[in-house]
């Protein structure tokens, strides 16, 4: 298998690079994105979710490939789930270079991110947004100067493809919606996400985002309407899914469920 090696579009960023983890599936599409961010003359780089463990060296090689022989000198995690953290350890071993993450847990040598952050590395200004919603600890990392109007690192909070799922009851619809609505004001930056194609307006796809979870919300209302008061005060998520996403088993099934727990706690506060 040949290395998934690409520079996003549809403006070519010459300080953004991409390589993808061999992990596709349906809920990580193509695989794992993994940025390498540098301008062209900086001597280091800093990488941005260095992807699952399966595969870890393998995918070490390829994104120092990408790196063009320049050394790692900060890496950078959006969340903490295992497809983004799990080649932590052998990234961090083979570079020496410290990871930063929401989670102090997740950082090794280096302090934990704060919103509004500003971060110099690689001869690029990145700004460090907590966005949390996917999970509590999720952070976006914008790009001011890459690409016409600038670009963002989203890693689940905005996908390249479909919507994203909320890991309820750490990722809360509640701070879903305040997250959607600070990416929508922060203009038409390219959206460079942790799981398929690059999407061209951040401002555009936040908004598709809010409608899609305000639909779902306003579906919901229906169906709890249609039962009397009592039942519609104790059903469970797993009860109502069927009436929902009819159809689903299995893990996207799941998957499913615990969306729908998040869209019901939001109604119920």
Sequence with gaps: MTAAVQTPGPTPAPSVRCVTAHNPSPMTLAGTNTYVLAAEDAAGVVVVDPGPAEDAEAHLARVLAAAGGRPVGLILLTHRHADHTGAVEAFAAATGAPVRAGLPALCRHAPALEDGELIDAGGVRIEAWHTPGHTSDSFCFALPGTGPHGAALTGDTILGSGTTMLDFPDGTLTDYLATLERLEEAGPLTVL???????PRLDVVAREYTDHR??????????????????????????????????????????????LAAHLAHLRR
């Design 193 to 199: 996400p942790a799981h398929g194609p690059v999407l």
């Design 214 to 259: 305000e639909g779902r919300l306003a579906q919901i209302e229906r169906a709890l309407d249609d039962l009397d008061e009592d039942e519609a005060d104790r059903i469970t998520a797993a009860e109502l899914a069927p009436r929902i996403y009819p159809g689903l088993d299995g893990r996207m099934a799941q998957v499913a469920e615990q969306v």
